[in-house]
């Protein structure tokens, strides 16, 4: 992993980590610095990650955002978006987490990969990917955001280690060749009620393209997708926003389901 630093850059990881610490989201990075790259919004991202390795903390993966259209819309963008998982961000399906150790939390139902061989960029196709899957999971991703009420563009979202939170993954194990992920449907259900669906396509087409995208960017960054990784491909449908007390449960078409309670 190269990282590259700046004044700015480190004084802006730094804002961020104060954030997460306090739980206190902080105004837009992008607000009073228009200039910031994605770039150098990307090196924030690895300053912060790099910190919290020297704190002994494991990468155990990666997490891609904005892969649906509505969402890069709503950003004014046109690609997705990528952060770190960590093992402290882990937590085994049928969790009850405390709601007070995020800011600002919402949740998202995705299809997780587990590769079992490095994927090194550029250029990886999503036939790449299957081949280097060990197996594929149900999950959540628990996003959260350390920039006060979610006013984020694509540089905010992007220093802040593509907002994310922490992440759960279900149980059951499936090879790829036993599901459709792109005709794959799934249900959302807040508190025994049905507030969401989607489909596999609607993550850039087919969720293996989402990983063969993250692969081909990290070759920018000299990062490679490593072999014993979970991947998180992204959203199959809104974020939807968590208060305390509430259960999620996500059920997928052949592919078994994921739980989670906040306390």
């Known amino acids: ?25 902080i105004s837009p990075l992008s607000a009073d610095n228009p200039d910031l790259t994605i770039d150098e919004a990307y090196q924030i991202q690895l300053i912060n990650i790099q910190e919290k390795l020297n704190q002994g903390q494991v ?9 649906s259209k509505a969402m890069q819309d709503l950003l004014g963008v046109n ?48 036939l790449d990917v299957l081949l280097a899957t060990e ?29 994310s939170g922490l992440y759960v ?19 959302l259900y807040k508190n025994g009620k049905l507030v969401n669906t989607g489909v ?19 070759a920018e960054y000299d990062i490679p997708l490593k072999a014993g990784e979970i991947i998180l491909s992204g959203a199959l449908s809104a974020a939807i926003s968590i208060n305390h007390g509430d259960q999620f449960t996500a059920r997928f078409a052949g592919l078994g389901e994921v739980s989670v309670s906040f306390s």
């Open 1 to 25: 992993m190269t990282v590259q630093s700046s004044k700015k850059t480190e004084e802006f990881a730094l804002l961020l980590r104060k954030a997460e610490q306090k739980r206190e989201g």
């Open 169 to 187: 993954v279900g149980e059951q194990k499936f090879v790829v060749s036993e599901v459709d992920l792109a005709q794959l449907g799934m249900g």
């Open 59 to 67: 990468i155990t993966g990666k997490k891609i955002g904005l892969t």
């Open 79 to 126: 690609q997705p978006d990528y952060g770190h998982l960590l093992n402290g961000m882990e937590f085994e399906n049928d969790s009850v987490i405390p709601a007070n150790i995020l800011c600002q939390p919402k949740i998202e139902a995705e299809i997780a990969f587990k590769l079992k061989k490095d994927l090194t960029g550029p250029n990886i196709t999503s």
């Open 135 to 163: 197996y594929i999971v149900p999950a959540f991703e628990i996003v959260d955001s350390r920039v006060q009420d979610w006013k984020i563009t694509i540089e905010d979202t992007v220093a802040d280690n593509a907002s």
């Open 200 to 218: 596999g396509a609607a993550a850039l087409g087919h969720p293996a393209n989402c990983v063969a995208w993250l692969a081909t960017k990290l």
